[in-house]
């Protein structure tokens, strides 16, 4: 089959260090939006990274094997376009030849498919290396697990109500999908069992009044020396989409309902 092109962004790498943090990671429900990331998606699918080509200083060309389809259908390989910013959070993936990737597809203004390394897509790594990077940091190693169990789970229901679940079985998000695309009314919640946001799917894209609930995290010390990570519910904010797009007037109110700002 034909190769699709990708553009790969790579601001900052969520997944691969949490030392650097993806321009407003912390507003996500504990990085867990899995199950938003698969509605926004056209495609999802599992891929092995063959080669990279340096194209200038600014960025790089990357050679994808799809081993496994989730969501969409796409060809057997994969171009990506990544660029590189030169800083502490630049993934360089000249040494992870060979190596497994989850990969979710948008499509941009454009219709052309691109991909962001804030918004799901993850190299799959072994469970040894993930309890050895976050010892002492057990939420981290709980988003890392789910990631890869949510996708084998949420392809068990095309068609109907769905619910996915985080590992405390607290409900990741529920709502009705349509081969596997959302629609009608849907809430997405937080790890903790808090709604972080809820509307209406309309043609499968985001339609009409949203509310978004804005969480920030908090790290702090157990009793044992070890280290975890909770939220903090700032406020809200509310707005229009649609299809898909935000438009008109956003107000944002703090957790008491107070008016703080509009955009």
Known sequence: MKSIFLILFLTTVYFNGFACTCSGANEY???????EWWNDSEYIFKATIDSTRTEDEWSQKLFF??????KGDIGKTVEFYAPSFGTSCEWNLEI????????????DEKGELTSHFCKGSQQIYKQEYIDSLYADVNFYRVIMNQRIQFISEVT??????????????????KGNFENYKPIGY???YSFDGEITSE???????????????????????????????????EGFKKGNYINGEKVGVWKTYDRNGTLTATE
């Open 156 to 173: 068990n229901f095309p068609d109907g109500l769905v619910k996915t679940y985080y590992s405390n079985g607290n409900i990741t998000g």
């Open 96 to 107: 992870e030849i060979g190596k497994e990737f989850i990969i979710y597809g948008y499509l």
């Open 65 to 70: 094997t799809v081993t496994k389809k989730y």
């Open 199 to 233: 509307g209406r799917y309309k043609n499968y894209k985001k339609s009409g009044v949203w509310i978004e609930n804005i969480y920030k995290t908090r790290s702090f010390e157990n009793e044992d020396g070890s280290h975890n990570v909770d939220l903090v519910l």
């Open 29 to 35: 429900s504990n990085g867990e939006r899995n199950l």
């Open 186 to 188: 849907w809430k997405y």
